[in-house]
């Protein structure tokens, strides 16, 4: 059982380059999310699912789009990278929305924007 | 702006002492979480309390919730040097699905 698993774990990227990071969950969650963290900030919430085919935004969705075709995946788009994107980026993902939601949280993804 | 802020924001203590983390919010929430963080990892799950209870236990882990005063607080009783690691507070707030983390403690245990 993998849980949340991340792709990439690390990339190197030029400013106004795009990538997209993919999030893969097999405990059939219905919520996932994707946050980035910062050294000084904690963790700021990107943007999120409540279920296959939804996405919203959290507090910091500007410059990232997000996909959520298939229940199981969670794709975060950079269509034009910036310095200000460098950060590690982590998936985590929830059973259900209710207030007892524990997140379970991928390795993380470290990109580094030049 | 973030939920959650911990307090202190870095914590160094001695094997077998009490570690004490402090997490305070700003609006009514659902339920408070504490995650751990080791080095380069990803974050782990320690314990959830809802805004009705004022207190709950796990193992070593003991945490207080004073919805009155917006804050809660993280014991580790008899920490280790494996407990070194940072420690955040994940507020559900009333209004939105989503969980808000704060700025993290980072706890360092010398043997």
């Known amino acids: ?114 | 702006s973030q939920q959650g802020e911990e307090d202190p924001q870095a914590l160094s203590i001695q094997e077998g002492e009490n570690a004490t983390m402090n997490c305070s919010y700003k609006t009514s929430i659902n339920n408070l979480q504490w995650y751990r963080q080791n080095s380069g990892r990803g974050l782990v799950h320690l314990i959830l309390i809802r805004s009705n209870e004022r207190e709950k236990h796990s193992g070593r882990l003991r945490v207080t919730l004073d919805t009155s005063k917006k804050s809660s607080s993280l014991l580790i009783t008899a920490s280790r040097a494996a407990d070194t690691a940072s420690y955040f507070c994940a507020t559900d707030r009333m209004q939105g699905g989503k969980l808000i983390f704060g700025q993290g403690t980072e706890l360092s245990v010398k043997p």
């Open chain 1, 1 to 114: 059982n993998a849980g949340v698993t991340q792709t990439p774990k690390f990339r190197v990227l030029k400013t106004g380059q795009s990538m997209t990071l993919l999030c893969a969950q097999d405990m059939n969650h219905e919520y996932m999310y994707w946050y980035r963290q910062d050294p000084g900030m904690g963790l700021r919430l990107i943007h999120y699912s409540v279920g296959e085919g939804t996405t919203a935004k959290g507090e910091v969705p500007d410059g990232y789009n997000v996909s959520r075709l298939k229940k199981q995946n969670f794709l975060l788009g950079l269509e034009s990278a910036a310095p200000s994107q460098t950060s590690v980026y982590f998936c985590a993902s929830a059973l259900a929305g209710g207030p007892s939601r524990e997140l379970f949280f991928g390795e993380g993804s470290r990109l580094t924007v030049l």
